[in-house]
Nanobody, 123 residues
Framework: QVQLVESGGGVVEAGGSLGLSCESS????????VAWFRQPPGKEREFVAA????????DYSDSAKGRFSISRDNGKKKVYLQMNSLKPEDTAVYYC????????????????WGRGTQVTVSS
């Protein structure tokens, strides 16, 4: 089991920015694809963004495209999610997840999860 710890959540006004981090202590973390998911209050968990093991390939949901950016630093065993132009509908608990295979948008393909970090965007 790969341990993942998210950080960087908080409260921000609409139009603002936040940067999330997902950190692992796993020595082979560089071999894992990582994705960010979010769960808005009262809703299902949804895909946000994903990045492959090298960082050369990424994928975004329609709602994230153009506003969010996913990146990674394998030397630091971290994956980042930079969120700009935030909207109240971005309010959710954000989770990172990892798998030792190409990234997928379906959360059921991931067996390593962090505990989440709360992002609240006020209007």
């Amino acid at each position: 089991q790969v341990q993942l710890v998210e950080s960087g959540g908080g409260v921000v006004e609409a139009g603002g920015s936040l940067g999330l981090s997902c950190e692992s202590s796993e020595s082979t973390f560089s071999r894992y694809a990582v994705a960010w998911f979010r769960q808005p209050p009262g809703k299902e968990r949804e895909f946000v963004a994903a990045i492959n093991w090298s960082g050369a390939s990424n994928d975004y949901s329609d709602s994230a495209k153009g506003r969010f950016s996913i990146s990674r630093d394998n030397g630091k065993k971290k994956v980042y999610l930079q969120m700009n132009s935030l909207k109240p509908e971005d309010t959710a608990v954000y989770y990172c997840a990892a798998r030792k295979a190409p990234p997928r948008r379906d959360s059921s393909f991931y067996d390593n999860w962090g505990r989440g970090t709360q992002v609240t965007v006020s209007s």
